[in-house]
Structure formats: structure tokens, C-alpha cells
């Protein structure tokens, strides 16, 4: 079915089945801290818009959403390097906020955004991220909800790219070399 479409090599190391749990775990965890709150999520633009859809239907609260997308330029991964491309249109001032990313490497990203949004002043601030690879990070920087941990290796799926390719792969996969 994905003839021509995949990479040469690979494996699967997150199934279909295996995400949904995950995200209907997440969901409850999300629905039940923020019982009588009403939630604003910025989602990290693009690839954490398919983590969204799904979390989305998982959350029992009132729930708003946003975007937002940072930029690096070239192959920069340094804090300095990123930029804010699209901010988000809601009014963040007082809001409980939800910063939602599909993996979290570095950390260099999330730190950029999460700056731009704590200048707005919400009344709250936490971080879900589907994927984590926790060993890799250069920063110290709290995250509240993980999805799964992962140790490294470069992964598609599941909203992950590699130069905007297969992001609608319903699985998560690692590329082997
Ligand atoms: P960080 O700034 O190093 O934490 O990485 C941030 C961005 O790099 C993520 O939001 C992703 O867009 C991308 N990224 C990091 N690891 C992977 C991966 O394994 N597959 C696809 N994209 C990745
Ligand atoms: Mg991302």
C-alpha cells in the first residue's frame, strides 16, 4: 500500500493501536487536571496537528485551540537561531495554556515558544509532547505530559517528517541508515 513511498529500511517502533491507548491515557490525565478550567492549546505547527486531532477528542473540558510555528533558519538548532513564524491569534493573557509539540529533542524549540507565550501572561503554563527523546536534551526544561519516551534514532509518522514527508503515516517508524 505504501509501495514508493517509504523508506528503504526501517522499523515500526510505535503501532496504530499502541498510539491510540497512549492518547486516550493522555487525554483522561489532561481532562482531569484541568477539570474546571477551559483549556487554550497552542499547537506547535506542523507536525503536531495529527497528536491534536486526537487528543482533542480525548479531553473532556472545554477546550480552545491555536497555533503557533517557530523556524529555524538552515540547519541551526541553537535557541538564538529560532524565530516565531506564526504566533497565535487567541488572546493568551489569563488563559490556562496547553503548548502541545509532537517530539521534543533538543528542547531548543519548545524553550523559544514557551518564552513567547510566558511574555503574554497566562494564568497557567504546561507542556504535552507525544514524543520525547529525554536523552537528547541540551536544556533543562519541564514537560508535563509525555506520550512515550524514545532514545534516539530519527523518527517519521504520525505527524513526523523527514523533508515534509510522511507525516500521515499512522504509525511511528525509525529510519534505519
Ligand atoms: P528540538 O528543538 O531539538 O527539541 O527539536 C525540535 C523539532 O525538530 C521538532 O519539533 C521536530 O520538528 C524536529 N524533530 C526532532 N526530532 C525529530 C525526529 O526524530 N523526526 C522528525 N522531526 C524531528
Ligand atoms: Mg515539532
Redo the contacts with the bound molecule.
Keep these: 500500500m505504501y509501495k514508493n513511498y517509504l523508506p528503504e529500511k526501517y522499523e515500526i517502533i510505535i503501532t496504530e493501536d499502541q498510539i491510540k491507548k497512549r492518547v486516550k491515557e493522555l487525554g483522561e490525565q489532561i481532562s482531569k487536571d484541568y477539570r474546571d478550567k477551559h483549556i487554550l492549546i497552542i499547537t ?1 505547527l506542523k ?2 496537528v495529527v497528536f491534536l486531532s486526537d487528543l482533542l477528542r480525548n479531553i473532556k473540558c472545554p477546550v480552545d485551540i491555536d497555533f503557533i510555528k ?1 523556524t ?1 533558519y538552515g540547519s541551526a ?1 541553537e535557541s538564538g537561531a ?1 524565530k516565531i513564524l506564526y504566533p497565535p491569534n487567541e488572546e493568551i493573557y489569563q488563559k490556562d495554556v496547553l503548548i502541545v ?11 523559544k515558544i514557551r518564552h513567547f507565550i510566558e511574555c503574554m501572561q497566562p494564568s497557567s503554563l504546561k507542556v504535552c509532547t507525544f ?1 520525547d ?1 529525554k536523552e ?3 536544556i533543562d526544561i519541564k514537560i508535563d505530559y509525555v506520550g512515550i519516551e524514545v532514545e534516539g ?4 509518522g504520525y505527524g ?3 523533508k515534509n514527508r510522511f507525516r500521515n503515516l499512522p504509525f511511528i517508524a ?1 529510519i534505519i541508515e
Design positions: 506547535v507536525g503536531a517557530a529555524s538548532t529560532l509539540e509532537d517530539i521534543i529533542d533538543s528542547g531548543y524549540t519548545l524553550l514524543i527523546k537528547r536534551r541540551k534514532g530519527f523518527l517519521i513526523l517528517d523527514s525509525r
